[in-house]
């Protein structure tokens, strides 16, 4: 390796010391063909023959800039790094705003580090020549390393234009779209990968947990034994099929097969976090906080690992702790601040315009906007960004100076001082347990809309509940929090006393015309628009029942009568072993016994529901 390197060091500096030339007809001819031969060799990583092949352009042309880029890349390459941005400026210098020197720039200032260079370097590439292939490939497989899952999703689709065969291509593409919840989509773009090549564990294993997801569990199982029956002892494989065994309640066989991985390698710190899974999912809260914490002292840079560890101390209750790790949800989510503005770190607001970004989904944005109002009180100017959904909803919210719509506005126009994510503002103001602001109703319905609302009802003398079963099937947790409405059944022996509304939207509405007849339900779906329009309706009954979705926040957000029915191991902000909420003080919780245990749930709500008709 010493001699290589000895050798290479000559070859870069012929660059320098011109030999005799070629003539010049004959060097505008030949040079092409040499760097076209040069990339080959680059690619298939015979770095020695593809130098030794510059020296042909170098001899006819001493500062050939492609050439001096192609040499620098190589030079990146085997780490001579130095030596590379040497001849990297040498090649600007002779050629600025040439797509293949923006690359090789791009190149050598990733393989130095310097990521943010990089990718700005690529970019410009790509302004010059947008179908650029080298960089279209290396600027999505840094984001992939960054796990900035919409950028590699942009720019993977711009790749199969060009490369539409390409399974690598169809990998990043389709497990971007995992990454961002799109799971029909990344089984689309994950199936073509695997008819491609049927050999390649990573795209076997992302197709296998995308149809998790989409609760495909045989098809699922199917592509992870694949996995195994050619790698029987493939750790991240039996880490992904004990996760789906949990997502099933099979606990003995999810046991099993995180007893194989951790035997195979007791320190693996994907291994680690698959068993604290496990754990949070049967409630065993100390020992999922150890696990983590071993974890975390093999790998303090696992973002999975720390986000769920700071939700885990949050279900806890334990903010001061918690919030800290929470913050890691950006680097898994793959979705970053962005944008000029600096990021508001609590210190004097007074005076200063601040951009507050709702984040994740709209019941987070639902539960958390209650912090502006203490924003306010520090002397800001609110500019609120928030889904679309919400936009009419949070109109409402005086403490908002300015209501931003994300899709409605270019975000890199607006004018402010400084932004924050939303639900950082917990750990930005101190917010604790025993200080979070619980006053309710920080939302309100204008009175015509419920006046409007009243009048697509169904006149009547009963007691109204609304009914919503289940959340957007895109939350990876959904199979735990959702049921359907069959299982709601039961209620239909009151349907005498109670006039049944469906609140329901998404897929789930469909379940309606099987299964809502037992209920007399009445569907008013159709005239909910946006959370405006929902919380118009929910404004008009008696008790609203929701499992833990974004319509539960609204509700409670409004301070009207709910019951939240909540899984066995229910999300972080239901903490444990409470039947109230400190956010909500008219939402009653009604938890499952043991893990899908929905019919407890459902006697419990029966008899509540009957103690209601009958006051």
């Not at 690529?122 to 600027?139: F, K």
């Not at 099933?248 to 035997?263: I, N």
């Not at 950082?424 to 939302?443: A, E, F, Q, R």
């Not at 404004?539 to 609204?554: F, I, N, R």
Request: aromatic share 8%.
């Amino acid at each position: 390796m010493g001699r290589q390197k000895k050798q290479t060091k000559k070859q870069a500096g012929a660059a320098g010391q011109p030999r005799k030339p070629f003539a010049a007809k004959q060097a505008a001819q030949d040079s092409d063909a040499v760097l076209s031969r040069v990339k080959k060799l680059e690619k298939s990583g015979q770095f020695e023959a593809a130098a030794d092949l510059l020296q042909s352009v170098f001899r006819a042309w001493p500062h050939h800039p492609e050439a001096l880029c192609a040499m620098a890349r190589i030079l990146a390459a085997q780490k001579q790094v130095a030596e590379a941005a040497t001849l990297m400026a040498q090649a600007l210098e002779q050629g600025a705003g040439n797509a293949e020197l923006l690359y090789s720039a791009g190149f050598v200032q990733y393989r130095a580090g310097n990521v943010s260079f990089a990718v700005e370097s690529l970019l410009a590439a790509l302004n010059v020549q947008p179908r650029h292939l080298e960089s279209l490939l290396l600027l999505t497989n840094i984001f992939i390393e960054e796990k900035r899952w919409e950028d590699v999703l942009t720019f993977s689709l711009r790749l199969l234009e060009m490369l539409p065969e390409n399974g690598d291509v169809l990998l990043a593409a389709g497990t971007a779209h995992l990454r961002l919840n799109n799971f029909r989509e990344a089984h689309d773009f994950l199936s073509r990968a695997v008819q491609l090549d049927g050999q390649c564990t990573k795209k076997l294993l992302n197709l296998g947990t995308v149809c998790r997801f989409l609760r495909d569990y045989d098809q699922a199982v199917h592509w992870y034994t694949r996995v195994l029956g050619r790698d029987p002892d493939n750790v991240e494989t039996l880490n992904a099929l004990s996760s789906l065994y949990v997502d099933r309640h099979l606990f003995d066989k999810a046991r099993h097969c995180l007893d194989r991985s951790l035997a195979l390698d007791p320190g693996n710190a994907d291994s680690l976090a698959a068993l604290a899974y496990f754990q949070v999912k049967l409630r065993k809260i100390e020992e999922a906080e150890r696990t983590y914490q071993s974890l975390l002292r093999i790998n303090p840079d696992h973002h999975e690992a720390r986000f769920a560890y700071g939700s885990l101390l949050l279900l806890k209750g334990d903010f001061r702790r918690g919030l800290p790790y929470y913050e890691s949800r950006f680097a898994v989510m793959g979705t970053f601040l962005d944008g000029p503005w600096p990021i508001w770190d609590g210190r004097s607001a007074a005076g200063k315009r601040l951009l507050v970004r709702a984040e994740q989904g709209a019941g987070d944005t639902i539960q958390f906007c209650r912090l502006l109002p203490l924003l306010k009180k520090l002397g800001a100017e609110i500019v609120f960004s928030c889904q679309p959904s919400l936009g009419r909803l949070m109109s409402s919210v005086p403490a908002i100076d300015t209501l931003l719509p994300v899709t409605e506005f270019p975000i890199d126009k607006v004018s402010v001082d400084a932004q924050v994510a939303l639900m950082s503002l917990m750990g930005v103001l101190g917010i604790t347990l025993d200080t979070l602001p619980g006053h309710c109703p920080y939302l309100a319905v204008a009175p015509e809309r419920i006046e409007h609302a009243r009048s697509r009802m169904v006149p009547s003398a009963k007691v109204k509940v609304a009914l919503i079963w289940a959340g957007n099937p895109r939350q990876t947790d959904d199979h735990n929090r959702s049921m359907t409405l069959a299982q709601l059944a039961p209620l239909g022996e009151l349907a005498d006393e109670i006039d049944f509304y469906s609140l329901q939207v998404g897929p789930a509405q469909q379940q309606v015309a099987g299964d809502g007849g037992v209920l007399r339900l009445k569907d008013v779906s159709a005239e909910l628009h946006d959370y405006a329009d929902t919380a118009a309706f929910m404004a008009c009954m008696d008790l609203v029942v929701s499992v833990c979705t974004s319509t539960v926040h609204l509700a409670g957000a409004l301070a009207l009568p709910t019951v939240a029915l909540l899984p066995f191991a229910a999300d972080w902000r239901w903490f444990t072993d409470r039947d109230d909420s400190p956010w909500y003080p008219t939402v009653r919780l009604l938890r499952q016994p043991g893990p899908g245990e929905w019919q407890p749930v459902i006697q419990t709500l029966h008899q509540v529901l009957r103690q209601t008709a009958r006051r």
